[in-house]
């Protein structure tokens, strides 16, 4: 007992909850950067990746950033615009090899959060 005292565990929280990548129901932004944040933000969190979902998309160092390891020659930028299939993010992801991510507790390519993060990628526009 007494451990946490001066919070007020009442308070509304500021942040979003996450909702579910693979229904319908929420906005594709919402739902994209839900499965970014549950599935990549615990090791992509630093001051040059942030994905995590609270973070504004053109600060998370993903947009339009040459990839610094990617090892898939057409997929060269994290995330590009309009072009799914040239975004290392959505080709890792979809990767049934040692470059899949994320790189533990998946044997299997996630198929829906590829269609997902693909769908949202060619809905974005421009790098700015």
């Known amino acids: 007992m007494g451990l946490v005292t001066g919070l007020d565990l009442t308070a509304q929280s500021t942040w979003e909850t996450l909702v579910d990548p693979y229904t319908d129901g929420p906005p594709l932004e919402r739902r994209a950067r839900s ?53 290392v993010i959505v080709r890792r992801i979809g990767h049934s090899g040692d470059l899949r991510m994320p790189p533990l507790g998946t044997r299997f390519p996630d198929e829906k959060a590829v269609a997902v993060l693909s769908s949202w990628i060619s809905s974005l526009e421009g790098c700015e």
Not at 50 to 68: K, N, S, W
């Open 35 to 87: 499965y970014l944040e549950a599935n990549c933000a615990h090791c992509h969190r630093t001051p040059d990746l942030d994905l995590r979902a609270a973070t504004v998309l053109v600060d998370t160092g993903a947009l339009c950033r040459p990839a610094t390891v990617s090892n898939i020659a057409d997929a060269t930028e994290l995330v590009r615009p309009g072009l799914p299939e040239r975004s």
